[in-house]
Every structure is written in C-alpha cells, then in structure tokens.
C-alpha cells in the first residue's frame, strides 16, 4: 500500500503520493500551506541541500515559501538527521516558529 497524504481542508488535493515531498512542491504551492521546516545542516541521511533547500527553491519557484530553522548538527547516532530542538526556552528558533504560526494564524 501506498503512503497517502491529504489535506482535511481540501480533500483530494493529493493523489497517493509514493515520491519524495520535493516532487510535491507545485500542489504544496497551489494549496498555499504554512511549511516550517528545521533541518540539520549535516544530516547525511536526507541531505538538505537535496531535500529541504531544494524543495524551498521549487516552492519559490512557485509563489511560495518555505521557512527554515537551520540546526548546526545532528546527532553523531542519527548520521546528523535527529537532533534537538534548537532554543526550547524562548531563543531566536522559538520565537521564528511562534512568529510563524501566528503570522499564518492571523495574530
């Protein structure tokens, strides 16, 4: 079975979807949803430059944005792709993603 990803704002915007998230970039810009992404910059196992800023280059490409985070390193364990959360007491992170969600939350 096919992982499947659907907006319960608008349903059928996506078919079944078995591609990498960087192919969605043009139904992701049509639909005009808030992305937030925070990335480690030596994550060896989804490398952001193929992943991430790739997708943030097709979403502009398109009319839309993709905010990014940007995580220094990973865990040694992960291969950089898990890491912790970058200000969890109220840094610059936490107040870009606060901002964020309430920019797109009309605050």
Avoid: C, W
């Amino acid at each position: 079975m096919k992982p499947s990803i659907k907006s319960p704002s608008k349903p059928g915007i996506f078919a079944t979807v078995s591609k990498n998230p960087v192919e969605l970039a043009a139904p992701l810009a049509k639909a005009k949803f808030p992305i937030l992404h925070i990335v480690s910059e030596n994550d060896r196992v989804l490398p952001p430059a193929e992943n991430t800023y790739l997708l943030q280059q097709r979403l502009e490409a398109q009319g839309h944005t993709l905010d990014v985070i940007s995580v220094a390193e990973g865990t040694k364990a992960t291969q950089g792709h898990h890491f912790s959360h970058p200000d969890p007491h109220g840094g610059a992170g936490t107040l870009r993603a606060r901002h964020f969600l309430g920019a797109r939350d009309g605050r």
